[in-house]
């Protein structure tokens, strides 16, 4: 018969394996002796859940933030050292991941519709380039095509005298 667990007690499983902890699934399988499979599932389950944006039993406060408290979290934690940003983490259900990629989003700008038109601009400009290259290679090629034929054709008035000289 297959032995039961309690939700806590997954949770506190689930935890181990997910951010800020990734725990090998190896690894906690011999600490707790449960079936490697059935820690891939459990995290497996867990992470197509729609909870999935903060681990289990952790304070869901992070998922709910508007973008205003996002950046006043964003502004608190800026002066901050790595120990007093965990702790300032543990004491609001955050993690510094969570913060970092905040802080990264402001600083770029969120908006998606400003980077869709971003890489159409950077598609356009490396085609553009892509287009210039291929003429400069073409224009080189020619160049040093006249400037072989226009060597050879003093060696060969060099060679076989200059057909004025004669007259």
């Known amino acids: 018969m297959p032995t039961r667990y309690s939700e806590e007690f997954k949770a506190n499983i689930i935890a181990k394996l997910l951010p800020p902890n990734n725990a090998r699934v190896l690894d906690v399988a011999k600490e707790t002796g449960i079936p490697k499979d059935t820690l891939y599932t459990w995290r497996t389950k867990y992470r197509h859940a729609p909870h999935s944006s903060t681990a289990p039993g952790q304070n869901q406060k ?26 300032y983490c543990r004491r609001n259900g955050l993690y510094p991941e969570q913060i970092a990629g905040w802080k990264k989003a402001f600083i ?5 519709e400003a ?14 380039i ?3 290259q291929s003429e400069l290679h ?13 060597v050879l054709g003093k060696k060969a008035q060099a060679l076989l005298g200059d057909p004025e000289d004669e007259k």
């Open 62 to 87: 992070s998922g709910s933030l508007r973008s205003e408290e996002k950046f006043a979290v964003v502004l608190e934690t800026a002066s901050l050292n790595e120990l007093e940003l965990g702790e």
């Open 130 to 132: 892509k287009q210039l």
């Open 108 to 112: 770029q700008g969120s908006s998606p």
């Open 115 to 128: 980077s869709k038109a971003e890489r159409t601009q950077l598609q356009h400009q490396a085609k553009t």
């Open 138 to 150: 073409r224009k080189d090629k020619a160049l040093a095509e006249a400037a072989a034929l226009l």
